[in-house]
T-cell receptor
């Protein structure tokens, strides 16, 4: 079954404690992306990757890091989380044409 | 730069009534346009897309949208609303060709009243 998986699904942490949210896809997609969803703001793109070792900033990259060492994985790293990063995060993947993005189930992060 | 504007953060319709969710975009080059649906506590699911060709596109669950270049619009419609259509809907745009970021609208929550 074609899918995008994210872990963990829920996470409560404290300010400054480094964390990683994993994302993995089984469709051999080149393009992967991270979004955050906040009420009234819709989805905003954090980072995207066009292929292994190729990443670029989206609209709201501050405070986040990503890496793409393998085609299937695209982890999101928060080196020093802050309360304003409390949000619902989605990973997505698509083939190079980006015509259809497949979304993961979401990770709800709370930073206290 | 590209942007998407969804008019109305909340829309209420009666069951059986027409659904119309508005989306206007701006893009300096021909865009690809999308509508996604998000049911409560779930990820996003593609409803329909416009890339090239026919400007009226049909999607899943009886939804359709028409690309109107002159009006820079891509409104989503469904002739008759069902209770199961209650969800949040997002319009999105990407530039055709090349690797560019995806821009989403702020979303419209659709309420269907029995």
């Amino acid at each position: 079954e074609a899918q995008v998986t994210q872990n963990p699904r829920y996470l409560i942490t404290v300010t400054g404690k480094k964390l990683t949210v994993t994302c993995s896809q089984n469709m051999n997609h080149e393009y992967m992306s991270w979004y955050r969803q906040d009420p009234g703001l819709g989805l905003r793109q954090i980072y995207y990757s066009m292929n292994v070792e190729v990443t670029d900033k989206g609209d709201v990259p501050e405070g986040y890091k990503v890496s793409r060492k393998e085609k299937r994985n695209f982890p999101l790293i928060l080196e020093s989380p802050s309360p304003n990063q409390t949000s619902l995060y989605f990973c997505a993947s698509s083939s190079q044409d980006r015509i259809k993005q497949y979304f993961g189930p979401g990770t709800r992060l709370t930073v206290t | 730069a590209q942007s998407v504007t969804q008019l109305g953060s909340h829309v209420s319709v009666s069951e059986g009534a027409l659904v119309l969710l508005r989306c206007n975009y701006s893009s300096s080059v021909p865009p690809y346009l999308f509508w996604y649906v998000q049911y409560p506590n779930q990820g996003l699911q593609l409803l329909l897309k416009y890339t090239t060709g026919a400007t009226l596109v049909k999607g899943i669950n009886g939804f359709e949208a028409e690309f109107k270049k002159s009006e820079t619009s891509f409104h989503l419609t469904k002739p008759s609303a069902h209770m199961s259509d209650a969800a949040e809907y997002f319009c999105a745009v990407i530039r055709s060709g090349g690797y560019q970021k995806v821009t989403f609208g702020t979303g419209t929550k659709l309420q269907v009243i029995p």
